[in-house]
């Protein structure tokens, strides 16, 4: 079984930065494309940014030049920087990994339960 276990949100003034934290567990046998998705009260859960096994990143327009994806594979492990904040990035955040455990021949898409970031004016 395979777990994802976010931690970093929190609240912060707008301007400031949060690091946010995904954790990969269980039986692992190869993680690749890992991602942060938002989701804001009354819209639709929305990518972030998305890093390749091999450490290629893409962002959202929204996100991009404030914040940093980036992962460690010996951790199994993706990070969030995120800098400038603003009220607009206010949701609650989702990791989502690609993962093949080591008891299914294909991989599977797999969720963290979220972490709340409220970001005040």
């Known amino acids: 079984q395979v777990q994802l276990v976010e931690s970093g949100g929190g609240l912060v003034q707008a301007g400031g930065s949060l690091r946010l934290s995904c954790a990969a567990s269980g039986t692992i046998g190869s993680v690749n494309t890992m991602g942060w998705y938002r989701q804001a009260p009354g819209k639709q859960r929305e990518l972030v940014a998305i890093i390749t096994s091999g450490g290629s990143p893409n962002y959202a327009s929204s996100v991009k030049g404030r914040f940093t994806i980036s992962r460690d594979n010996a951790k199994n492990t993706v990070y969030l920087q995120m800098n400038s904040l603003k009220p607009e990035d206010t949701a609650v955040y989702y990791c989502?990994?690609?993962?093949?455990?080591?008891?299914?021949?294909?991989?599977?898409?797999?969720w963290g339960p979220g972490t709340q970031v409220t970001v005040s004016s």
């Open positions: 989502n990994a690609n993962i093949r455990s080591l008891t299914a021949w294909n991989p599977l898409n797999y």
